[in-house]
């Protein structure tokens, strides 16, 4: 960690754009400092796994389980990446059970998953330790300083120099800025941050930067499909109903069984110990508004698991959760992007020193992992051309 602060790079948010672009940028020859700032207690973001401390010995990847690439227009950056992470054995091809559910067999149309075309892989360990692993395959002279559970709150731009202020007064420098979280960049930092205005903008005025004018304008045009997982930490016996011995098993539900359980997706996670764990994916509005301001959790927990029941009443695969040891939940804020994408053209703001990467860029995998990985490639290429 530099006594000073000052960096030559600091990255805002720790998801795994965030971890391909620092990767990309050592591999390219960058040797200076950077600094990854991370509100969370881990790197992944979306991709992140939550490791109990109330209940040990349990570790759910309870954001993306895994990702997919389709790579349609053949990138060679893409390409050679993942060709990279799986020769490193980083990652690995997902042979995971992926179980459709529909309300009439007969008559209901294929599920189209956005979570699941092209090729499917997982994490060789867990989603957090593919981000640091993916960092850590290239930081061999530890370049890189994390800061964990650190909100910023504020940025300022001077003497061409990026100063960032968080929520607990610490304070950063740096020469040149990457915000892989939009969050700074958009309205719902107002409601988030308890602040009254958006932070970049406070930084840089309007019709100082016609760049970050324009993502600015274009990114509160963005919408998010907000998630709510909840966790549940079965007892010793529970187990499922055939011989099914791999690490995870995908059921998604269409939408007709979606409206009526509220749950979009189901996956089993099998732990170390061999517990079995699941995880219910929700972006339903009205039950995650009901959760957040209910008052009585617990009763829609186990509301929770009548419907888990209800759903899996007569399944070939899965038996009755007749009794668990815990269940735990997971608002996510940094929600999935939908709608409109920001154009790549905006990546790159040279006059202020700023950068941008995401999901949230008009690049193949808009919203889903394989955005993220992309444009971090893309990106690192741009600044080493201009750094």
């Avoid at 732990?271 to 764990?277: A, F, M």
């Avoid at 735990?328 to 905006?346: D, N, V």
Wanted: charged fraction near 25%; aromatic fraction near 12%; proline fraction near 2%.
């Amino acid at each position: 960690m530099r006594h000073d602060n000052l960096y030559d790079f600091v990255i805002i948010g720790g998801g795994i754009s965030s971890c391909v672009f620092v990767s990309s940028h050592i591999k390219n020859g960058f040797s200076g400092s950077i600094a990854i700032i991370e509100n969370g207690r881990s790197l992944g973001g979306r991709s992140s796994t939550r490791k109990s401390f109330k209940n040990k010995g349990w570790q759910f990847n309870h954001g993306s389980p895994n990702f997919n690439i389709c790579n349609n227009n053949n990138d060679h950056l893409l390409r050679a990446f993942i060709q990279e992470l799986l020769d490193s054995k980083i990652i690995e091809s997902d042979a995971s059970d992926l179980i459709e559910l529909y309300k009439n067999p007969l008559f209901d149309s294929k599920i189209e998953s956005d979570f699941h075309k092209g090729s499917n892989y997982i994490s060789s360990t867990s989603m957090s330790e593919l981000s640091q692993n993916i960092i850590s395959s290239h930081d061999l002279r530890n370049q890189v300083d994390y800061f964990f559970q650190t909100l910023i709150v504020k940025l300022d731009f001077e003497n061409n120099q990026w100063i960032l202020i968080s929520k607990n007064g610490y304070k950063f420098k740096t020469k040149f800025l990457v915000c892989s979280s939009n969050l700074l960049l958009h309205k719902r930092s107002l409601d988030i941050l308890k602040i009254n205005q958006i932070p970049l903008r406070k930084a840089i005025p309007l019709n100082k930067n016609k760049k970050i004018d324009r993502i600015i304008s274009l990114l509160n045009e963005q919408d998010y499909i907000k998630r709510l997982t909840f966790m549940i930490y079965t007892k010793p016996d529970y187990s499922y109903k055939d011989n099914y011995k791999k690490r995870f098993r995908n059921f998604l539900l269409n939408n007709s069984l979606e409206d009526k359980f509220k749950f979009e997706r189901v996956i089993f996670q099998k732990q170390k110990n061999n517990k079995l764990g699941i995880v219910i994916h929700i972006k339903n509005k009205q039950f995650i508004t009901e959760y957040i301001q209910s008052k009585n959790k617990e009763r829609l927990k186990e509301k929770l698991v009548d419907n888990f029941n209800t759903l899996f009443y007569k399944s070939k695969y899965i038996n009755k959760l007749m009794n668990y040891q815990d269940i735990s939940s997971m608002i996510w804020r940094a929600s999935q992007p939908t709608g409109l994408a920001i154009p790549e053209y905006l990546q790159v703001c040279e006059n202020h020193n700023i950068a941008f990467c995401g999901d949230w860029f008009d690049l193949e995998g808009f919203g889903r992992i394989e955005g993220a990985i992309l444009s971090a490639l893309k990106l690192s290429y741009k600044i080493n051309s201009i750094t």
